[in-house]
Every structure is written in structure tokens, then in C-alpha cells.
């Protein structure tokens, strides 16, 4: 077998994996004042944040084509490659898993696996980064989906928004959660479940959001007997990022920490200032 690891721009890929032989990335596009931009290749992440403060509209984002998604499967395939593990950002927020299902016997020769992270960003990068180092390790195609699907299951995410209205106008929250969030003025504290970003908590200051999603995180350490990789995730948001990232170093000193960004996919959906912890078992 010579595997193949796929995923989309989405991902937050750490600088470790980046540029690894046997990785590929499928930029998603973002469309701001209607003109599209795959993202992390005709648009940064702080190109975006920068256009998000200036656009006349509301920027929204787009699946890959599929013609290009075939293409580059084609490309893997010429490559030598026979197997492919397709992981992608959570159902709940594209589509774009479910669509992979209808192409992936499209290539003879070719086995594709369109993979649900059922989550994006820091932790679907893990997942990847996982892939890459159990096929590095020799190990079988079972082993390695087995490795990313307990990542996968262990996984954990808590986000707060400055405005709900950022996911309620792209569609991936109900609107009734901002009416309650806008009439309390609270921070709500969302959550990933069955991969679609739902309200968890609602809170009164941003403050008190960030010190129960630290008691929340504490509470699956404390039920988990397996190390745990920890994540601090912003949009936009560093200041507040490397506050949460000395406190957490502190509190966890043993652990292993990782900071990243949303990119402008997430970003459009989450908008600016937003920042998640989470949690995962290594």
C-alpha cells in the first residue's frame, strides 16, 4: 500500500507535517464582495481578517469543485499512490465529506476514504499529522484509521464568539441561540456535537466563559487516564490566545499545548475574536 493523506484548508497544519511527502491540501474557497478566494493560496489568514473589517457583504464560503477535487485525486494517483484517506472538516458545518462519498470510486485502481473529522481546524490537523505518523510507522490502513478515530472520538472543543450572528447568517447555528445571546448579552460557549456546532452554556462576560471552559477541559482531564494534547484556537485573537496558553502552562505543566488560528474558511463562520479550547487524547 502507498497511502496517501488528503484534507482541506480548513486544517490548521503545524509546522511539522506541513510539508510532508505523502500530504495534500484542497484549498476551500471564500467569497468576499462575490469574488472567491481558495484559501491559504489567493488569500491569507490575515489578508482575510483584514478584508473581514472592510467587506460590503457578508463573506460566505464555498465546497471544492468536484471536476478539481478529481483532478487532484488523479494527480495522487500518478504519483504512484493506490490508497487515499480523505479527512475533511466536520458534516455538520460542509457538506463536503458527504459529497467525496458519491466520487470516491470514480479513479480505478485508486481506494479513496472520505474521512468526517467531525470537527476542523487545530484538531482535524492532529488528526492528520496522526495518519501521516502511523504510515511512516508501517503500520496497516486498520491501524491507521483506528489511530485518527481515537483521536477523533476523544476529541473535545468549547468556542466563544464575540457575535453569534457570524454563524447565524452562514447558517451553522439556529437563530433562535443568537436571539437568547443578543437579549442577555451574554458569551455564549459553543460546542461540536455529532459535528454540528450547537450552544452549550451560556454565559455572562467573556471572562467567566474562559474560566468555565477551563473547568470544563479540567473536568475530561480528570476523567481521562491517557495524556492529553490541549489546544488554544483564535481568530484573529492572539493577545487573549497567549494569555490562555500561560495559564494553561502553568496549570499543565507536563502537557503538551498547541496554539492555532482559524483560518478564513472558520473565521467567516466564527467571525473575528473568537477563541476555543480543546482537548484530545495523544
Excluded at 70 to 91: A, C, F, P, Q, V
Excluded at 186 to 210: C, D, H, M, Y
Excluded at 255 to 276: M, N, Q, R, S, Y
Aim: negative net charge.
Amino acid at each position: 500500500m502507498k497511502l496517501a493523506i488528503v484534507t482541506d484548508s480548513s486544517a490548521y497544519l503545524s509546522e511539522r507535517i506541513k510539508d510532508h511527502k505523502n500530504l495534500f491540501v484542497i484549498p476551500i474557497p471564500v467569497i468576499i464582495d462575490g469574488k472567491p478566494y481558495d484559501e491559504g493560496i489567493d488569500i491569507t489568514y490575515e489578508d482575510f481578517y483584514r478584508r473581514l473589517n472592510e467587506t460590503k457583504e457578508f463573506p460566505t464560503t464555498s465546497q471544492p469543485a468536484l471536476g478539481e477535487v478529481i483532478e487532484i485525486y488523479k494527480k495522487i494517483k500518478n504519483l504512484g499512490y493506490d490508497t487515499i484517506i480523505s479527512i475533511h472538516l466536520s458534516e455538520g458545518i460542509s457538506g463536503f465529506v458527504r459529497i467525496l462519498e458519491s466520487i470516491k470510486d470514480e479513479i480505478d485502481g485508486l481506494t479513496v476514504i472520505p474521512y468526517d473529522s467531525t470537527i476542523t481546524s487545530v484538531p482535524m490537523g492532529y488528526m492528520v499529522e496522526k495518519a501521516l505518523e502511523l504510515n511512516d510507522q508501517n503500520k496497516t490502513l486498520p491501524e491507521i484509521l483506528a489511530g485518527v478515530d481515537h483521536i477523533r472520538d476523544t476529541t473535545n472543543a468549547y468556542i466563544i464568539v464575540d457575535d453569534l450572528n457570524n454563524l447565524v447568517r452562514g447558517g451553522r447555528l439556529t437563530n433562535g441561540a443568537a436571539i437568547i445571546g443578543g437579549l442577555l448579552k451574554i458569551k455564549p460557549i459553543l460546542t461540536f456535537t455529532n459535528g454540528k456546532i450547537v450552544l452549550a452554556e451560556k454565559i455572562r462576560s467573556l471572562k467567566k466563559a474562559l474560566q468555565r471552559t477551563e473547568e470544563i477541559i479540567e473536568n475530561h482531564r480528570q476523567a481521562s487516564n491517557e495524556e492529553l494534547r490541549i489546544y488554544v484556537i483564535h481568530a484573529n485573537n492572539p493577545d487573549l490566545a497567549k494569555q490562555e496558553l500561560e495559564k494553561l502552562k502553568i496549570k499543565y505543566p507536563e502537557a503538551t499545548i498547541e496554539v492555532g488560528t482559524f483560518g478564513p474558511v472558520i473565521g467567516t463562520h466564527l467571525g473575528e475574536k473568537a477563541i476555543a479550547l480543546g482537548v484530545s487524547s495523544m
